[in-house]
């Protein structure tokens, strides 16, 4: 069959490469751009890749992500960095976090951890607030990727399969 995908970015990029690696030969990606599409959100060198996100389907295909974001052996090597991130919440958004935290802990995802003022200040001294009516939270699973790379890597390997690319007006 024939697959006509409209928009090289981050989604139609990543589904001509599954499709491509599903055996798919007919495939054809239409941009205004060649890859990487300058309109692209993904057209970026700083993605942050995280696992926090209160419902389990976010949070299964981001923690699948990262995996492949981490994988020092595979399409995106070298592109990921994981720095881990703070995580401020006020009253207002501390429900998000709460239950991001219960959505992990129920999928297996190490959860970000409530994080005391000081501990922040001593681990990250430029940091020197008082955060009043804040909670913090730590998670090392985030991190960011060279999201424009990832792009492009995903582009050739499908195009090495006959993936068609075509840009312009």
Request: proline share 6%.
């Amino acid at each position: 069959k024939s697959v006509l995908i409209i928009g090289g970015g981050t989604w139609g990029t990543s589904t001509a490469y599954y499709l491509a690696k599903k055996g798919y030969k007919s495939v054809t990606v239409l941009d205004r751009w060649p890859v990487p599409s300058a309109e692209a959100a993904g057209n970026d060198i700083n993605k942050v890749i995280r696992t926090e996100y209160p419902e389990p389907l976010y949070a299964k295909l981001a923690s699948d992500a990262a995996k492949l974001w981490r994988d020092k052996n595979g399409l995106f090597a070298g592109l990921y960095h994981q720095t881990g991130w703070i995580i401020g919440a006020s009253d207002r958004s501390l429900p998000y976090v709460e239950n991001s935290i219960k959505t992990a802990g129920n999928l297996g995802i190490e959860p970000a951890k409530l994080t005391p003022t000081e501990d922040i200040h001593k681990q990250w001294p430029e940091l020197d607030g008082s955060f009043p009516q804040w909670k913090s939270f730590w998670s090392p699973n985030a991190g960011w990727a060279n999201a424009r790379e990832g792009i492009v890597r995903m582009a050739r390997e499908a195009m090495k399969v006959g993936i068609k690319y075509v840009s312009g007006d």
